[in-house]
């Protein structure tokens, strides 16, 4: 285990005037509304099962529920904002009203459904395209105030897929996120999250290596948010499906919160919740 007085592991987020300690891992469980998304698509996608859904990774140990209104696989379906605010709906206000003690992340690239949902109530922005995919992203997390998760990804929507050659997947990785980093503080965002991006544009060699050197990332800056639930990376080399990579998934989440991150976004989360018990043992 860490230890935790370490000022490295000092950070706290305020999420809509809700003081957040991240001293101890978070795990952030997936909502996803989407009927494509690769492995539970069209499960969700309705208020009550959503509901439903939520109510079930909170039981099993998640703080932070992450609502993705559009999936972001290879080849999914492209949404506009006005789609993706159709298809939240009322889910947000709901999951509010029915479980207050929950934070709520929307997982967006348009600002327009940030402010949506920042009326709604959502507590953080996860934003995949670090802005990029909308000029006005960082203006709009700079006035919600809310944390915003700043990933690591291609310049656009069409390339956010492709694999591109990195001479350093760590110093590019870096690169990238001390150039935003430095935009969203000059914005006025300051509690901000990186995560690195694994699934996106990044062979599995580079990956590895990100697994490897994830206490690199951000300088210990900022905390960083780890996204590796059924990803390809894990089960392809292993000739598996995306839902038969438990062992697998657990074993590299305990070595990146050994290497101090702090919020797992996961599908899984009970499996999650066992691994932070034991780290924390």
């Given at each position: 285990?860490?230890?935790?007085s370490?000022?490295?592991?000092?950070?706290?987020?305020?999420?809509?005037?809700?003081i957040?300690?991240?001293?101890?891992?978070?795990i952030?469980g997936?909502?996803n509304?989407?009927?494509?998304s690769?492995?539970?698509?069209?499960?969700?996608?309705?208020?009550?099962a959503?509901?439903?859904h939520a109510?079930?990774?909170l039981?099993e140990?998640?703080?932070?529920?992450d609502i993705?209104?559009?999936s972001?696989?290879?080849?999914a379906?492209f949404?506009?904002?006005e789609?993706e605010?159709a298809?939240?709906g009322?889910?947000i206000?709901?999951?509010?009203?029915?479980?207050p003690e929950?934070l709520i992340?929307?997982d967006?690239f348009y600002?327009e459904?940030?402010?949506?949902?920042?009326?709604?109530?959502?507590?953080?922005?996860n934003?995949?395209?670090?802005?990029?995919?909308?000029?006005?992203?960082?203006e709009?997390a700079?006035e919600?105030?809310?944390p915003?998760?700043?990933?690591?990804?291609?310049?656009?929507?069409?390339?956010?897929?492709?694999?591109?050659?990195?001479?350093?997947?760590?110093?590019?990785v870096?690169?990238?996120?001390?150039?935003?980093?430095k935009?969203?503080?000059?914005?006025?965002v300051?509690?901000i999250i990186?995560d690195?991006?694994?699934?996106?544009g990044k062979?599995v060699e580079?990956?590895?290596?990100?697994i490897d050197e994830?206490?690199y990332?951000?300088?210990d800056?900022?905390?960083?948010l780890?996204?590796?639930?059924?990803?390809?990376?894990?089960?392809?080399?292993?000739?598996?499906?995306p839902?038969?990579?438990?062992?697998?998934?657990q074993?590299?989440?305990m070595k990146?919160?050994e290497?101090?991150?702090?919020i797992?976004?996961?599908h899984?989360?009970a499996?999650?919740?066992k691994?932070?018990e034991?780290?924390l043992k």
């Amino acid at each position: 285990m860490q230890n935790n007085s370490s000022p490295l592991n000092f950070h706290s987020l305020n999420c809509n005037g809700r003081i957040v300690n991240l001293s101890l891992p978070k795990i952030m469980g997936i909502l996803n509304l989407t009927p494509d998304s690769f492995s539970d698509g069209g499960r969700f996608n309705n208020e009550k099962a959503a509901l439903q859904h939520a109510e079930q990774l909170l039981k099993e140990g998640a703080e932070m529920i992450d609502i993705g209104p559009q999936s972001t696989r290879p080849n999914a379906e492209f949404l506009s904002s006005e789609e993706e605010v159709a298809r939240i709906g009322r889910v947000i206000s709901l999951l509010k009203k029915e479980f207050p003690e929950a934070l709520i992340s929307l997982d967006t690239f348009y600002a327009e459904t940030v402010k949506f949902g920042y009326n709604e109530g959502i507590d953080l922005i996860n934003d995949i395209s670090g802005g990029q995919f909308d000029e006005k992203m960082f203006e709009t997390a700079a006035e919600t105030r809310l944390p915003y998760i700043l990933m690591h990804v291609n310049p656009s929507y069409e390339t956010m897929h492709d694999k591109i050659h990195f001479e350093d997947i760590t110093v590019s990785v870096n690169r990238y996120f001390s150039e935003k980093t430095k935009e969203l503080l000059e914005k006025g965002v300051s509690d901000i999250i990186l995560d690195p991006g694994f699934g996106f544009g990044k062979t599995v060699e580079d990956q590895m290596k990100m697994i490897d050197e994830v206490h690199y990332l951000g300088f210990d800056k900022f905390p960083l948010l780890i996204g590796i639930s059924r990803k390809s990376f894990i089960y392809k080399p292993l000739g598996k499906s995306p839902l038969d990579i438990n062992e697998e998934t657990q074993e590299l989440h305990m070595k990146v919160l050994e290497k101090g991150v702090k919020i797992l976004r996961v599908h899984d989360v009970a499996e999650a919740k066992k691994t932070v018990e034991a780290f924390l043992k």
